[in-house]
Structures are given as structure tokens and as C-alpha cells.
């Protein structure tokens, strides 16, 4: 596709279950960044890759959350013993190295 | 830290005007700086990119400006349409001596509606 892709458009789980939520970078793009998105507000930078690498983690909010990206093109945020407050528009955006970034439509998490 | 303020949060405005878009930001040792347009429950739409060697960026309606020294960008969104209502937000790279960081500070996005 031309475009960044995430997969499931929604999801809805319990709180206390583990999620995995997918994202389909741009082909060629060398970068990939994960950002969360609270009802109005702006994106928060949650990890960059760069290839197959997390080089820089800082905005993972605690160890229940966790990134991959293994072949350095798909990538996979994963949640565990999700809370409440995790609630939120996950974003996933990819760039050439340092390039402008291009967004996905999002992952809707809600967690009751 | 870098702070990104946008100010108003929302602004009504009657169809054919044009109008200007804040976006003020407190460290301006930045690498770039984008608009971005979102639609209710879409994702983000880069609008406009702006190096810090530049001073402005031309898209069709579009304009947008950048002072880096003294923290500001404006979008100038000429003979604005209904179809330009949506959230607009800006987001700044940090620069750095050894290169750009890598993340994205948003501000918070102006809500702008255009009555026909």
C-alpha cells in the first residue's frame, strides 16, 4: 500500500489483558515511531526505531509496554496487564531518516 | 523540555476568509517543524514541513512561516473553504550537536471550523 497501515482500527479489552497492536510502515522507510493520542491532545512520542533497533525508548510510560520490529519493517506494540488509563489513539508514523513523517490512521484502545 | 503551545484551541470562522494559525515553541534549537491536519477519529495529514534553515513553506492555500529565534510558526490558510474545518497541529524535531532527535512535540491543535 502507499500508506502507513495499523491494524485493528479498534480494539476493546479487559482490563489486566495483554494486546498486541500492528503497524505497517511505508515501504523503504528506515524509521518508525510509535505515539499515543489522549482525547484532546496531541500525540505523545512513546519509541523510535531506526532499521530493526529501538533507538530511543524514552516515552514508553513503564515496563508494561514494549516494541519490536524484527526485520525492520513491520513493528508491534505490545501492552500488557493493560489498565484503564491506557486508554488512548495509538499513532504509528514512519519517515526516512529524518525525514518528514507520515502517520497511520490509528488504533483505537479501549480498555473497560 | 520542549513545550509546543497553540492558542486559541478552537476558532469559528466564516467561509471565504483568511486567517492565521499559532504555534509558538520554547526551545529554538529545532531541526524542522510540520503542520499537520486531523480529521475527527483520523490520523494526522502532513500538511507543510518547514527545515530550520527555512523561513517559510508554500502548498497551494497553505503558508506557513517559521521564526526560529524568537519560538514561532504561523499556517496562513488563504479563502478558507467548510472542507478546511478540522484540528490543526504543529510538532517540532529538536536538533541537536550530533543531529536531529528523533521524536515529535505536539502542541495540542487548534479546532477550526468554517461556516458556510
Known amino acids: 500500500g502507499a500508506g502507513v497501515s495499523q491494524t485493528p482500527s479498534n480494539k476493546v479489552t479487559e482490563k489486566g489483558k495483554y494486546v498486541e497492536l500492528r503497524c505497517d510502515p511505508i515501504s523503504g522507510h528506515t524509521a518508525l515511531y510509535w505515539y499515543r493520542q489522549s482525547l484532546g491532545q496531541g500525540p505523545e512520542f512513546l519509541i523510535y526505531?531506526?532499521?530493526?533497533?529501538?533507538?530511543?525508548d524514552s516515552g514508553l510510560p513503564n515496563d508494561r509496554f514494549f516494541a519490536v520490529r524484527p526485520e525492520g519493517s513491520v513493528s508491534t506494540l505490545k501492552i500488557q496487564r493493560t489498565e484503564r488509563g491506557d486508554s488512548a489513539v495509538y499513532l504509528c508514523?514512519?519517515?526516512?531518516?529524518?525525514?518528514?513523517?507520515?502517520f497511520g490512521p490509528g488504533t483505537r484502545l479501549t480498555v473497560l | 523540555k520542549q513545550e509546543v503551545t497553540q492558542i486559541p484551541a478552537a476558532l469559528s470562522v466564516p467561509e471565504g476568509e483568511n486567517l492565521v494559525l499559532n504555534c509558538s515553541f520554547t526551545d529554538s534549537a529545532i531541526y524542522n517543524l510540520q503542520w499537520f491536519r486531523q480529521d475527527p477519529g483520523k490520523g494526522l495529514t502532513s500538511l507543510l514541513l518547514i527545515q530550520s534553515s527555512q523561513r517559510e513553506q508554500t502548498s497551494g492555500r497553505l503558508n506557513a512561516s517559521l521564526d526560529k529565534s524568537s519560538g514561532r510558526s504561523t499556517l496562513y490558510i488563504a479563502a478558507s473553504q467548510p472542507g478546511d474545518s478540522a484540528t490543526y497541529l504543529c510538532a517540532v524535531r529538536q536538533g541537536s550537536l550530533t543531529g536531529a532527535n528523533s521524536k515529535l512535540t505536539f502542541g495540542k491543535g487548534i479546532t477550526l471550523s468554517v461556516r458556510p
Open positions: 526505531f531506526q532499521g530493526t533497533g529501538a533507538a530511543d
Open positions: 508514523a514512519s519517515s526516512l531518516t529524518l525525514g518528514e513523517q507520515f
